[in-house]
């Protein structure tokens, strides 16, 4: 699928915690690296500390509650009417904690983006970096991915990796991780923008990607090896 944009790309971005990926969406939307325009910020929590950050830069917000709707379905129909309401272009997942129907994923075809904290297809669900640090990996990251009806399961668009050191906590895991997400976001939305993206099957194209292939990444180090 390739979109080609003149006006920036209306975004619906969905939260249910923190929302410091929405903060570095809108810091690069601020900066102009990101050429698109948030149109509603939409929290399933009444108390996410992202309402707030949304607020603070002058953004539409809309809480939706869970618990008030009787079924999921019902839940994802009520989103779906506010983001057609908006005409977005592009649903952006950031930290929300909810598992969305195949009414929802119908409505918006190949246009919804989540991120998730570790190296897909490993440690899917809500405890990405606990599951990795507990494992025992020597890398973990991030990845930003198109949704589909699998839980973490969808087309990789980019991943972000990272080491894990023998001092880590599980905290300076995630903190590390966190801010590759803060990085890779808003990239593999602007890839999205400027209509770089081309899925085919579980493969995401991306048109004149900058790649290196003369790199390999060992930990601990090689040391000579
Ligand atoms: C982020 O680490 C994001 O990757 C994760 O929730 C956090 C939200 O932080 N998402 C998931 O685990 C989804 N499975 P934020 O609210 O500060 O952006």
Redesign the pocket.
Known sequence: MVIKMTEPLKLGVL?S??????QSIIDNIEKDTLKAVIKIVISNNKHAL?LERAQKHGLSVAVLQHEHFKTREDFDTELIRILKDYEIDLVVL??F?RILTPVFLRAFPQKIM????ALLPSFR??H?QKNAYEYGVKFSG?TVHFVNEGV?DGPIIIQSVVPVLQNDTEESLACR??KE?HRIYPRAIQLFAEGRLKITGRKVQVNNAEEIDEIALHNPALAGF
């Open positions: 939260i915690g923190s929302g410091s990926n929405l992202g950031a930290g904690m989540n991120i998730h904290p669900g809500t990405g991030c973490d991780i966190l997400e």
